[in-house]
């Protein structure tokens, strides 16, 4: 059972647009929700995350929309560029148990 | 450098071999993980350690065995019965055993011929 679904499984945008990923959870313990940057044969690497006590948050080009009712959290980069082609994988965790939940990836090409 | 250190990046094995991976991370952090990742399935969990000398299962730890005899270390043992395990692997850590968020190292690619 996925504990976190995530969409689209692939995106193509051309350079500035705002290509936006979206995550879906069911459990409503979890409490931290971070986004994962991946680049080909690397490890992923956090990004930018969010706690439910607050609704966005951003950082640089990069915000996380949080809503609590819906159970659902997006990532929108804004201003994109080539350099921002990879693949982006959504995540969610609870403290008990420090087990952490993965979407199965967003794969972002933006075109010059 | 502090971070952590999965050797070797690239491993070849002849189906039926055991093969071991190695993860090492001088953060200090309590918690470690090993995921497998293939295309179009994201990051699946194999197996983790909240602390020295005890380890849990993940949702796909059947072939795979771990050991976690320093807080440093958490190799990683793909046995024979171990179906399919060509992927890419990746080690992980946690500064703490509860909450907070995860590192990954860079990956070891395994191939089984």
């Known amino acids: 059972q996925q504990q976190v679904k995530q969409s689209p499984q692939s995106l193509i945008v051309q350079k500035g647009g705002i290509p936006i990923i979206n995550c879906a959870y069911e459990?409503?313990?979890?409490?931290?929700f971070p986004w994962y940057q991946q680049f080909p044969g690397k490890g992923p690497a956090l990004l930018i995350a969010?706690?439910?006590?607050?609704s966005e948050k951003k950082e640089g080009r990069f915000t996380i929309s949080f809503n609590k009712s819906a159970k659902q959290f997006s990532l929108h980069i804004m201003d994109s560029q080539p350099g921002d082609s990879a693949t982006y994988f959504c995540?969610?965790?609870?403290?008990?148990?420090?087990?952490?939940?993965f979407g199965t990836g967003t794969s972002l090409t933006v075109i010059p | 450098d502090g971070g952590i250190t999965q050797s070797p990046k690239y491993l070849f094995r002849k189906e039926g071999q055991n093969v071991t991976l190695s993860c090492e991370q001088n953060l200090n952090h309590d918690a470690m993980y090993w995921y497998r990742q293939d295309p179009g399935q994201g990051l699946r969990l194999i197996y983790y350690?909240?602390?020295?000398?005890?380890?849990q299962k993940g949702d796909i730890a059947e072939g795979y065995s771990v050991s976690r005899e320093k807080k440093e270390s958490f190799p990683l043992t793909g046995t024979s019965a171990q179906k399919n395990p060509t992927a890419f692997y990746l080690c992980?850590?946690?500064?703490?055993?509860?909450?907070?968020?995860?590192?990954f190292g860079e990956g070891s690619w395994l191939t089984v011929v």
């Open positions: 459990n409503t313990a979890f409490d931290y």
């Open positions: 995540a969610a965790s609870r403290q008990i148990g420090n087990q952490f939940y």
């Open positions: 350690s909240q602390i020295v000398n005890d380890f």
């Open positions: 969010i706690r439910p006590d607050v």
């Open positions: 992980a850590s946690s500064p703490r055993a509860t909450g907070n968020t995860i590192y």
